[in-house]
């Protein structure tokens, strides 16, 4: 076997094995940890959100467990355009959707993260509220902090 041929089946060995050592196992048990352990996030949050069109309001938030990990919640907002809403919760790793409707349509959705802790939800919505009235869309961004107990 000459010099040559051996130098390249060594390189092309260690360009096999070398994704499987050490630095790739430990890139695979950071990232596995994180993306399977949302914190809980049922009970009851509260906080305030801007407007884009309005004065800042608060804002309560009540995110039950369902069955098996389904979360169901609802929402209590001080806004003029839409005071409460049933809402359906996705989790995926730290971030968190919220999207549900009121009796009379008007529909809102919450996205954002949960901090690690699983104490604060900081999050942007957006409202698609009835034509007919002054709220035609709202969006904005606020934090919600988990009531403790």
Do not use: H
Not at 66 to 78: D, I, M, P, Q, R
Not at 104 to 117: E, H, L, Q, W, Y
């Amino acid at each position: 076997m000459s010099s040559i041929n051996f130098t390249l089946r060594v390189s092309l060995l260690l360009s096999i094995l070398i994704p499987f050592g050490r630095a790739g196992s430990s890139v695979i048990q950071a990232n596995t940890g994180a993306a399977t352990n949302p914190p809980p996030l049922a009970g009851t949050w509260q906080g305030r959100f801007s407007s884009r069109n309005f004065a800042s309001f608060p804002v309560t938030l009540v995110i039950n467990q369902g069955v098996g990990v389904k979360l169901t919640g609802a929402v209590n907002l001080g806004s003029p355009c839409l005071r409460s809403a049933n809402l359906q919760v996705t989790v995926s790793g730290l971030n968190v959707v919220l999207a549900g409707n009121d009796a009379k349509g008007d529909s809102i959705t919450f996205r954002g993260t949960v901090d690690s802790a699983g104490t604060q939800l900081t999050m942007t919505y957006i409202l698609n509220a009835s034509a007919s009235g002054k709220c035609e869309t709202d969006d904005g961004a606020g934090t919600l902090d988990k009531n403790s107990g």
